[in-house]
T-cell receptor
Framework: ETGVTQSPTHLIKTRGQQVTLRCSSQ?????VSWYQQALGQGPQFIFQ???????GRGNFPPRFSGLQFPNYSSELNVNALELDDSALYLC???????????????FGSGTRLTVV | GQQLNQSPQSMFIQEGEDVSMNCTSS?????WLWYKQDPGEGPVLLIA?????ELTSNGRLTAQFGITRKDSFLNISASIPSDVGIYFC?????????????FGKGTKLSVKP
């Protein structure tokens, strides 16, 4: 059983650019959630994807968007990057959208994004 | 965004000491979770609590779900060097239409010099 894998592990972008982060969910999981973790803070919920549709969104502007593919993998896209977007972006997969954290909600190691 | 109130923010431990941290919320949750995050890694689930008043152990770790459903604490007994890291509490409403976790800011455990 493979865990959650994210790519790339590190990324440096310039303000105003666009970025795409990728996540492969754990085997058997059909739901993917994305979190932003700024330095010294806890993770903040961005959005969740279930059956290829957005299923809940946190307090993030529309320039944060995502996709989920038929194999349940997911992408997070951020347009018009700002310096404050610098953070660790975590992907978590689970069996169902309201699933038990004991059986799901496995986090990847994250993508460290630096905007300069 | 919403974050839970977690304290202390940081603490130093000496091997063998017991450690205690807690988390409070203005909102009710039906699930409380405790995670540990090591540098360069994602959070790893330590303990999940599903019922108000529930006390659950996982080895040297013990956590309780507060009666009001607005708080939780985590105790670590007889700490060892590998306990160093950042501990996060998270509130969650299991079984709802959305599965988002609300995290605290974390408690950083370091070894006393």
């Amino acid at each position: 059983e493979t865990g959650v894998t994210q790519s790339p592990t590190h990324l440096i972008k310039t303000r105003g650019q666009q970025v795409t982060l990728r996540c492969s969910s754990q085997s058997g999981h059909n739901t993917v959630s994305w979190y932003q973790q700024a330095l010294g803070q806890g993770p903040q919920f961005i959005f969740q994807y279930y059956r290829e549709e957005e299923n809940g969104r946190g307090n993030f502007p529309p320039r944060f968007s995502g996709l989920q593919f038929p194999n349940y993998s997911s992408e997070l896209n951020v347009n018009a990057l700002e310096l404050d977007d610098s953070a660790l972006y975590l992907c978590a997969s689970s069996q169902d959208r309201g699933g038990s954290p004991e059986n799901g909600y496995t986090f990847g190691s994250g993508t460290r994004l630096t905007v300069v | 965004g919403q974050q839970l109130n977690q304290s202390p923010q940081s603490m130093f431990i000496q091997e063998g000491e017991d450690v205690s941290m807690n988390c409070t919320s203005s909102s009710i949750f039906n699930t409380w979770l405790w995670y540990k995050q090591d540098p360069g890694e994602g959070p790893v689930l330590l303990i999940a609590l599903y019922k108000a008043g529930e006390l659950t152990s996982n080895g040297r770790l013990t956590a309780q779900f507060g009666i009001t459903r607005k708080d939780s604490f985590l105790n670590i007994s007889a700490s060892i060097p590998s306990d160093v890291g950042i501990y996060f509490c998270a509130g969650y409403n299991y079984g709802g239409s959305q599965g988002n976790l609300i995290f605290g800011k974390g408690t950083k455990l370091s070894v006393k010099p």
